[in-house]
């Protein structure tokens, strides 16, 4: 008990828990070059602790789109809850995923993402924690560099 705390975990445990969270993540589908050239608009929920998932995709060097504007974007929609999704929300994400390219990432439950087929790209994430958010904003760079070509 005498032990500072911080002598009781290794100098790199957060860069090996965000590779552990990144090794956690399940994605489905592709950015198309068309699409990963837009800007991003983020939808998300708030975060309580730390960074969202746009302010780490702007540090990863996503370029993102203003809000409310109207100029063509690829729209990134993040849901954080355990609960399933009402029909009607299912209902909206098809719609919208059916409107422009779309990406969706289940932060809490990853069940509606099945529900959902039109999105580009879906994304399974274990929970909406700082860690986490980095390790998907991380591979969600990856993946627009790889369909720009960079």
């Known amino acids: 008990l005498a032990r500072p705390l911080d002598s009781l975990t ?6 090996w828990l965000g590779r552990v969270a990144a090794r956690g993540l ?8 068309e699409a990963a050239a837009r800007p991003w608009r983020i939808e998300e929920p708030e975060h309580p602790e730390g960074p969202g998932l746009a ?3 702007a540090r990863a060097g996503v370029p993102l789109a203003a809000a409310g504007g109207d100029g063509p974007h690829l729209a990134l929609v993040a849901v954080a809850t355990r609960r399933p999704l009402p029909a009607e929300e299912t209902g909206r994400l098809r719609a919208a995923c059916r409107e422009r390219p779309t990406v969706l990432v289940g932060l809490q439950n990853d069940a509606f993402l099945d529900d959902v087929p039109e999105a580009m790209l879906r994304v399974s994430a274990a929970d909406a924690t700082p860690v986490t958010l980095r390790a998907v904003a991380g591979a969600l760079a990856a993946m627009r560099r790889a369909a720009l070509g960079s």
């Open 26 to 33: 399940v994605v489905r589908g592709a950015l198309s070059g």
């Open 10 to 15: 290794p100098p790199d445990w957060q860069e």
């Open 55 to 57: 302010d780490e995709l």
